[in-house]
């Protein structure tokens, strides 16, 4: 018990250093990096959560965003109602929207380091293998990307705890507490994210076929007890399972009738839909030939030569999707343990009780599931000349075309890899005698576990305590009204627009989701320079416009330099001031400050004009 309570300590001290320096900036810095504005809509959601309890407004609907038409926030795709009640406790009660987002990021880590652990501790019987193996999965650049990204992608722990529960299971199958922390880990895995769901419930279903076939093929007809023994164990599973989906059925009934309606009318997918997406995606966001072999682009050393393969068919398109590193120590070490149980699988065999973890059948469980989970991650098909060699993605998206980015299977390879790491570690310590050098080892190891997962210099953390001027002047102008931010995010929500209005505190035009009337309007709005744009938003209650110059350079498209060109020249509005370019305090660190010039703009236009959209 000792021992693991240093390793508790061991933990949190490496997350630090991992994440550093966001423990000391925990109230105005979140782990980011240059690649996505995803963030700033989950704190921006946070912040609403809050402003709308103590404002006594609706935590279901708001105009805060799309206004004046509004939106139904949880109408269009899967809540879940743990998720729903965690997010909402935590935005309430703490003191800012910067903190809940940490809190969850940190607590995600070092429960994923944890759990993992366990599960490799429980297999190799090695508190240094466990350590090894909790910091291979916890650590590795998949985690990083997404905690600089997807919030929910970070909720990796209810993986291994729903491996860990099911042997648990399976090896002790008479203890209720079994029975109960298995009930409770498929409830966890079922109320966070999508696609962790998905993931996990693929990582069971792999573990029971195993058991099925290694199971039954050794012991048919041979033990009729151990038969029977693994008939009870897969009853208490589908009863948990069935069980458990009776009382979650509320929050996939909204997903169930969405997914049934599309087989009805004629229907595209779009990345916008949580029902199905494009099947295109399934390319684009698969894992390619070395996404699991190079290291991260953010690798302070070997980043560089990475950099170079980003936007090729041999590593993928995306920074984040295609952040897959398994790294090249935990292979080495995988590649350890296959070795010695496939020259002595034949010698253990099972234990002769059924109730004790057997390396042999574990080793080869987790060379299953990183089998099952790497294929999992591939295109829809692999083409040969004429032939096609048809992958899992391309049937799984027939039954479920809401998931698309099957490269995130990349985090169940890791999770494989890092138990196949645990038991080479083992395998080698197992030669040495003394204490001393078995812990001398497991720290190299350790040390170049994390050197090739380190990704700083520069820091991975962005400033969001302080934003442009232009909205602590916006904060201070009285009454009631709207705002409208330029260039107009009339294809998809901008999430800097919404985070900006954590400060302003104004409603704003902007954040409408297309399929809705309010991004209708906004597709007849998007030409600032058109007189009949100021009419319609004076009709829609706006009160000033501002006009971010570099969103309209930046493109370097002709068309939008020339719209820049004619704003000023719309007698619906006037120029009231102009706020210069703004850099970050800080210059090792990123921020939210940074910004080119902007405009603000009154509307002065004489009419008011209904949007044709509206009629």
């Known amino acids: 018990m000792k021992k693991n309570i240093l390793v508790f300590l061991i933990f949190p001290m490496i997350i630090i250093v991992m994440t550093y320096p966001l423990l000391f900036n925990f109230t105005t810095c979140i782990p980011g990096f240059f690649s996505t504005d995803e963030p700033y809509g989950s704190m921006w959601s946070f912040w609403r959560i ?19 038409f509004g939106m139904d926030l949880y109408a269009s795709g899967f809540i879940s109602y743990l998720w729903l009640f965690w997010t909402h406790l935590l935005s309430i009660f703490t003191n800012n929207y910067v903190i809940t987002w940490n809190i969850q990021i940190i607590l995600n880590l070092f429960l994923s380091t944890i759990i993992s652990y366990f599960l490799i501790l429980y297999l190799t019987k090695s508190i240094l293998a466990g350590l090894l193996g909790g910091i291979i999965f916890s650590l590795c650049p998949y985690q990083f990307v997404r905690i600089w990204q997807h919030l929910g992608l970070t909720y990796n722990q209810w993986l291994p705890l729903i491996l860990l529960s099911a042997i648990l299971l399976k090896e002790k199958l008479t203890d209720k507490k079994n029975t109960f922390l298995f009930f409770i880990s498929f409830f966890f895995l079922l109320s966070f994210d999508w696609s962790i769901m998905y993931l996990g419930i693929i990582s069971l279903f792999c573990f029971l076929v195993y058991v099925l076939f290694y199971h039954w093929r050794l012991k048919f007809f041979k033990k009729r007890e151990l038969v029977i023994s693994d008939f009870r164990f897969f009853g208490k599973v589908f009863i948990s399972i069935v069980l458990i989906f009776i009382i979650l059925f509320p929050q996939f009934l909204w997903a169930i009738k969405n997914r049934l309606s599309i ?16 099947f295109d995606d399934l390319f684009t966001q698969s894992a390619k030939p070395l996404s699991y072999l190079l290291p991260p682009v953010v690798h302070p050393v070997f980043g560089k030569f990475t950099e170079q393969f980003v936007g090729s068919q041999l590593y993928g398109v995306s920074f984040t999707e295609h952040t897959l590193y398994l790294g090249w120590v935990p292979l080495i070490l995988a590649f350890v343990a296959v070795r010695r149980w496939r020259r002595e699988r034949k010698l253990r065999g099972q234990s002769p009780s059924g109730t004790v973890p057997c390396e042999n059948f574990y080793i080869g469980f987790f060379i299953f599931l990183t089998m099952v989970a790497w294929l999992f991650s591939q295109p829809p098909w692999w083409k040969f000349g004429p032939i096609k060699i048809f992958m899992p993605s391309f049937f799984m998206y027939k039954i479920l075309p809401m998931f698309r980015a099957y490269c995130r299977f990349g985090i169940v390879v890791m999770l494989a890899i890092s138990v196949l790491a645990g038991f080479g570690l083992k395998f080698i310590l197992e030669r040495f005698k003394t204490q001393k050098t078995k812990l001398v080892i497991t720290a190299l190891f350790c040390g170049l576990v994390l050197f090739e997962f380190r990704n700083w210099p520069p820091y991975k953390v962005i400033e969001v305590s302080r934003v442009p001027e232009v909205y602590y002047w916006l904060k201070e102008q009285p009454g009631d009204f709207a705002i409208a931010e330029y260039p107009l995010d009339a294809d998809s929500p901008n999430e800097m627009y919404k985070f900006y209005q954590t400060k302003h505190k104004k409603k704003i035009i902007n954040g409408t989701i297309p399929g809705t009337y309010a991004h209708k309007v906004a597709q007849e709005i998007r030409r600032l320079s058109e007189p009949k744009t100021a009419g319609i938003l004076k009709w829609m209650g706006v009160k000033y416009v501002l006009v971010h110059r570099d969103g309209y350079l930046q493109t370097e498209l002709i068309e939008e330099i020339e719209e820049l060109s004619k704003i000023p020249h719309n007698p619906g509005l006037k120029l009231i001031k102009t706020f210069p370019a703004e850099d970050c305090p800080q210059k090792d660190i990123m921020c939210v400050k940074k910004t080119g010039p902007i405009d603000v703009y009154e509307l002065v236009a004489a009419q008011a004009i209904e949007p044709a959209a509206r009629k």
């Open 50 to 68: 809050k402003y709308s309890f103590l404002n006594r407004l609706s935590l279901k609907r708001t105009d805060l965003i799309a206004y004046p």
């Open 263 to 278: 087989n009805k009318i004629n229907f595209t997918p779009s990345a916008f839909s949580h029902y199905a997406r494009p």
